[in-house]
């Protein structure tokens, strides 16, 4: 598949998401395979790609920024005592060839390849959109919502292990030990994230709540939640609500982890993309593993704006 051709996921008919395989990028970005737009069933826009800020940073992607050495994030590699540096040292992560293809279903085979085209490891990665009880348009009092389920195997090779690094374990400090499943979201107001039991970036970053939820408003004006869910084992939420809007799911956000070698990393995330604002208690019951039938409530105004922090 080409560049230019992305495939879609659907929803009852209705294009909720591309998913761009093989993006004609420059190394520094972190060439890989990211879905971009996302829009809630009402049509906003709930991604953001090649942001000004962070110009690697390609709506909802998989990518590690130290990978036995490699950098599959995109932007400077964080380095001990010196901070932030350009070096050579961008990878790809590629598409290989599909598995299967459908209206709401996408599974492909991918390799994760150093600066020289080395294979780090290989992945099996499926996406799925879910449409979900009671969703319905949000003018007629039902939930608009529907769910992404992103699930991946990461196999190292036979013979080496791989380590998987972030900024914060390479010494950078404040928080900032993001790489793994990472969404960026875009937000014409300020962001607000919070889980069951805390509100604000700085009180969710680095937790290992059930579930988090960032509020938006999309390009058209229009408000949206999206629900995370699906920490592994040792994972940590990497929230950014102040500077820009993004969670994600870190590997390695206080200790590096290694895949070793002829075993793989197993991982399952689910977001949901709902529009409005939705309040706690209709987050905690979408991010539920049965994900129930629920109730809509949605807060008239926006929640709490966080404190400020770092990137």
């Known amino acids: ?18 998913y761009v395989v093989d993006p004609a990028l420059d190394a520094r970005h972190g060439p890989r395979p990211y879905l971009h737009p996302v829009r809630t069933l009402g049509g906003t ?8 800020d962070h110009v690697w940073h390609l709506g909802a992607s998989l990518a590690v920024q130290d990978v036995n050495g490699t950098n599959l994030w995109g932007g400077r590699t964080y380095v001990r005592d010196v901070g932030y540096t350009w070096r050579d040292d961008h990878g790809r992560i590629a598409h290989t060839g599909w598995s299967a293809r459908s209206a709401d279903r996408l599974a492909h085979r991918l390799e994760w390849r150093d600066p020289h085209g080395a294979v780090l490891l290989t992945e099996r990665r499926q996406l799925t959109a879910v449409a979900l009880p009671e969703a319905g348009p949000s003018d007629g009092g039902g939930l608009s919502a529907w769910r992404l389920d992103f699930e991946y195997a990461l196999s190292a090779p036979a013979g080496q292990n791989v ?5 914060a374990t390479n010494g950078r400090p404040d928080g900032a030990g993001y790489g793994g499943f990472f969404w960026r979201a875009v937000s014409a107001e300020p962001a607000s994230a919070f889980s069951a039991s805390a509100t604000g970036e700085q009180a969710v970053n680095g937790s290992a709540e059930p579930w988090v939820a960032l509020h938006g408003t999309g390009p058209d004006g229009r408000a949206y939640t999206l629900v995370f869910s699906g920490l592994g084992d040792g994972d940590r939420w990497f929230v950014r609500a102040a500077m820009y809007p993004g969670v994600g799911v870190a590997f390695a956000f206080e200790r590096p982890v290694t895949i070793s070698a002829g075993t793989e990393r197993r991982g399952r995330h689910r977001v949901v993309i709902a529009d409005g604002a939705l309040d706690s208690a209709t987050a905690a019951a979408l991010a539920a593993p049965s994900t129930p039938t629920v109730s809509p409530s949605r807060q008239p105004g926006r929640a709490p704006r966080p404190s400020p922090a770092g990137p």
């Open 1 to 18: 598949m080409n560049a230019e051709e992305p495939a879609r996921l659907l929803v009852g008919g209705t294009e909720v998401a591309r």
């Open 163 to 167: 380590r998987l690094g972030s900024p």
């Open 45 to 52: 826009v709930v991604t953001d790609a090649l942001p000004a």
